[in-house]
């Protein structure tokens, strides 16, 4: 068996990403930040922006520049449809964070995620209007560890 045939030793993906991360703080390190801004499909919506020097991710302004750039995405869609909505009434939204429990190992993560889809199907309303302001369904105790266990045990119950 020559070297090139010979079978390289598999990396854990725990290592895999490691490495990825190092390189990331590497590249983050010896360029401008960059925050992109997805498509959804939509090529004509891709915008990337430079960040400034002052709105850097250890500030933890990225969070609002992110959402800037969402505002515009969904302006970007309603003009687009020809939507009544004004920009106005799109800036309007208010950028609101969850907070949610985080998970504790490496294998929760599927059932924090289909917890929080669930929640969000339940809870949100049907239907709602503009004028009326955003709903908030997302209270303080909304996401508990208590429900997480709950729904977790239910979907053990299929397997």
């Known amino acids: 068996m020559t070297k090139s045939n010979a079978r390289q ?6 290592r895999r990403a ?20 997805p498509s959804l ?15 850097t991710p250890q500030q ?3 969070d609002t520049h ?7 995405f969904v302006l970007d869609i309603y003009k687009s449809e020809g939507r009544p909505e004004n920009e106005e009434q799109i800036y309007g939204i208010p950028l609101k964070v969850p907070k949610v429990p985080q998970q504790r190992n490496r294998y929760e993560c599927g059932n ?15 239907s ?10 997302m209270k303080e105790d909304w996401f508990s ?11 053990d119950s299929f397997c």
């Open 9 to 14: 030793p598999r990396v854990p993906a725990c």
């Open 18 to 37: 490691h490495r990825k991360k190092k390189r990331r703080q590497k590249d983050e390190e010896t360029s401008e930040p960059e925050v992109v801004c």
């Open 41 to 55: 499909g939509r090529e004509r919506s891709k915008k990337r922006v430079n960040c400034d020097s002052d709105i």
């Open 60 to 62: 933890g302004n990225l």
């Open 66 to 72: 992110m959402f800037q750039c969402y505002l515009e």
């Open 112 to 126: 924090f995620v289909l917890y929080y889809l669930n929640l969000f199907a339940e809870s949100a309303p049907e």
């Open 128 to 137: 709602f209007s503009i004028s009326e302001g955003y709903p908030y369904f």
């Open 145 to 155: 560890p208590e429900g997480l266990a709950c729904f977790c045990q239910r979907l």
